[in-house]
C-alpha cells in the first residue's frame, strides 16, 4: 500500500487523518513543515494531504518538488471556505484537488484508502 504524507501544524486535525489511516490499514506521516514533508517523500508516496493553512506553506515551490519527488502521487489540499483566495492559488499551484476543510472531512473515511493508491475520486 502507498503512503500517505500529511502537511499540518494542528496536532488534532493531523491526529484525525492519522486515525483514520490506521483504521484503514494504512501507512500515514505527518510533518509539520513542507521541509519536513519533503524530507519524507519517496517512491512508495501515494497521497499527500496538505493543509493550505500551514504558516511557512509556499504552495507553489511546494506541487514543483512534490511533482518532482513523486510525480505520480495524488496531492490534495484543504483549507478554509472563506479564504477563497487561498483555495484559487492552490488551484492555480497544479494540485489534483482543493477542497474546503468541511469537505476533506466528509470525504476523509470514505475516500482514504483510494487516495492512498493515487486514484483521485471525484464527488
Same mark, same amino acid.
Given at each position: 500500500m502507498n503512503q500517505i504524507l500529511i502537511l499540518c501544524d494542528d496536532l488534532i486535525f493531523t491526529s484525525k487523518i492519522t486515525a483514520t489511516a490506521r483504521a484503514h490499514a494504512l501507512a500515514a506521516t505527518a510533518a509539520r513543515t513542507p521541509t519536513a514533508l519533503l524530507s519524507k517523500v519517496d517512491g512508495t508516496t501515494g497521497c499527500v494531504l496538505?493543509?493550505?493553512h500551514n504558516p511557512e506553506l509556499k504552495i507553489v515551490e511546494l506541487?514543483?518538488?512534490l511533482r518532482i519527488k513523486a510525480p505520480t502521487a495524488l496531492l490534495y489540499g484543504f483549507g478554509s471556505h472563506v479564504d477563497v483566495e487561498t483555495l484559487k492559488v492552490a488551484r &492555480? &499551484?497544479?494540485l489534483d484537488r482543493v477542497m474546503p476543510r468541511s469537505q476533506f472531512v466528509s470525504l476523509l473515511e470514505a475516500e482514504l484508502a483510494t487516495w492512498a493508491k493515487g486514484v483521485s475520486v471525484t464527488s
Amino acid at each position: 500500500m502507498n503512503q500517505i504524507l500529511i502537511l499540518c501544524d494542528d496536532l488534532i486535525f493531523t491526529s484525525k487523518i492519522t486515525a483514520t489511516a490506521r483504521a484503514h490499514a494504512l501507512a500515514a506521516t505527518a510533518a509539520r513543515t513542507p521541509t519536513a514533508l519533503l524530507s519524507k517523500v519517496d517512491g512508495t508516496t501515494g497521497c499527500v494531504l496538505i493543509d493550505l493553512h500551514n504558516p511557512e506553506l509556499k504552495i507553489v515551490e511546494l506541487v514543483t518538488e512534490l511533482r518532482i519527488k513523486a510525480p505520480t502521487a495524488l496531492l490534495y489540499g484543504f483549507g478554509s471556505h472563506v479564504d477563497v483566495e487561498t483555495l484559487k492559488v492552490a488551484r &492555480a &499551484a497544479g494540485l489534483d484537488r482543493v477542497m474546503p476543510r468541511s469537505q476533506f472531512v466528509s470525504l476523509l473515511e470514505a475516500e482514504l484508502a483510494t487516495w492512498a493508491k493515487g486514484v483521485s475520486v471525484t464527488s
